[in-house]
Structures are given as C-alpha cells and as structure tokens.
C-alpha cells in the first residue's frame, strides 16, 4: 500500500532553515508528481509546491517563493522540501502528498515551528 512519511521539522527561530524529507513507498515513485502542504493551527491546509516526477519542473505557493526549494532523489523514492529564511508564519504541520492513479495519498506530517 501507498506509504508517505516525512521527518526533518522542529523549532527553529526566524530566518534559520529546515529540511523536510518524504520517504514513499508501495507504488512506482519515479513516475508520479509529488507535493508538499501545510496547516498551520485554526486554518486550512494550503498548498506550498509541487514538483515532476522527473524533477524538471516545480510550481511553488507565492507565499514561500525563493524561499523554499522543492527537490526529490527517484533513486531514494524520497522527495525534500529545503525551506530557508523562515518565518513565523511558516509555522504548522507540513505533509507530503502523491496522487496515485484516482487516490490522494497524505503523509502524518512533521510539525515546524518558527519562534525565538
């Protein structure tokens, strides 16, 4: 069965930086695009990018433009989100996602805390 899990959150105070990873498996990783969300406390789950399944071509929330680089290792099946200059408003819980044929497929999350 499709597994997603992601790992690399924690606290972090404003403009340090995070690695997330997403570590997939049950299905042929390097075929399928892959995507990160976020939802901080009291919202909605929002959309922060979203990468090929080559890795050629990436589409990022205006929100965490040039901040954030989305990246995967088909080799690994594992996709990374590198976030930089964070902020406080990156707080929340991060997942990662993979549509498989008709399925949405969602990790636990890994919670990433922005604070001094």
């Known amino acids: 069965q499709v597994q997603l899990v992601e790992s690399g959150g924690g606290l972090v105070q404003p403009g340090g930086s995070l690695r997330l990873s997403c570590a997939a498996s049950?299905?042929?990783?390097?075929?399928?695009?892959m995507s990160w969300y976020r939802q901080a406390p009291g919202l909605e789950r929002e959309f922060v990018a979203v990468?090929?399944?080559?890795?050629?071509?990436?589409n990022y929330a205006d929100s965490i433009k040039g901040r954030f680089i989305i990246s995967r290792d088909n080799a690994k099946n594992t996709v990374y989100l590198q976030m930089n200059s964070l902020k406080p408003e990156d707080t929340g819980m991060y997942y990662c996602y993979a549509n498989v044929g008709r399925n949405g497929y969602w990790g636990q999350g890994t919670q990433v805390t922005v604070s001094s």
């Open positions: 049950g299905f042929t990783f390097s075929t399928y695009a």
């Open positions: 990468i090929t399944s080559t890795g050629g071509s990436t």
